[in-house]
């Protein structure tokens, strides 16, 4: 625990080291190459599919600027269908070869399998909307079913935040269902301001950087972060 709060308490220096190292942004993800131009992110240019990966935090004054990219752990029913009719589908990059599920209570309805890298990727029906079926989506998960895999947009975005807006920290758990163990995440207790204070509260390893964000807007404005460990 203490360790964890001394990680916790160094972040503001470690984010401004890694500045200096890298030309004013933090050390990227595996996937993040090159130095890019971010274009402000807006509530009505967020998904709810959309997921935010934290590369670079800038101060100013009572507020900071978020800087990242964003990826989705969904495809359209669109792509779907052409993976379908053309037998494979690029993913990052990647080609994955598509193939259909027809097993009698199997949730996911695709396969799709990356011969070079040996990954699988089940295709999960989602509903995005105030109602179900508003919006359908195909979630993708890796291999044993419980990891998301996350598609890149190319969108690199940048978000500003009051330092007082609470941030909340889901962890993944695992429930028994009829059909077998789901895998998701919850949060845990307590809302925290971690921004205005990094060791106020108990944070999971790898915040923030090593996991994602899901954004929540109000009147134009982000009012509330959902950090999820990868």
């Not at 307590?190 to 509260?201: K, R």
């Amino acid at each position: 625990m203490k360790k964890i709060l001394l990680i916790i308490s160094i972040l503001p220096l470690l984010v401004i080291g890694l500045a200096a190292c890298n030309g004013g942004e933090a050390e990227p993800s595996a996937l993040e190459s090159v130095a890019q131009s971010y274009t402000r992110l807006t509530q009505w240019d967020y998904h709810p599919s959309y997921n935010f990966f934290l590369t670079n935090i800038e101060g100013q004054d009572d507020s900071l600027l978020l800087r990242g990219f964003l990826a989705r752990d969904v495809l359209t029913p669109e792509e779907v269908e052409i993976a379908r009719a053309e037998g494979t589908i690029e993913i990052n990059g990647e080609t994955f070869i598509h193939n259909n599920v027809d097993i009698e209570g199997f949730m996911p309805t695709d396969r799709l399998y990356n011969a070079s890298t040996e990954t699988e990727i089940f295709l999960i029906i989602a509903f995005f909307g105030e109602f179900e079926g508003d919006d359908i989506m195909y979630r993708m998960v890796e291999n044993d079913g419980q990891t998301r895999f996350f598609k890149r947009t190319g969108m690199y975005r940048e978000v500003e935040v009051e330092k007082a807006t609470p941030v909340e920290i889901w962890r993944p758990v695992v429930e028994l269902r009829e059909w077998g163990y789901l895998e998701m995440f919850a949060p845990i207790e307590t809302s925290a301001h971690v921004f205005s204070n990094y060791s106020e509260y108990y944070l999971l390893y790898g915040f923030p950087f090593d996991g994602s964000f899901f954004l929540i807007f109000d009147n134009g404005n982000c009012v509330l972060l959902r950090w999820n460990s990868n």
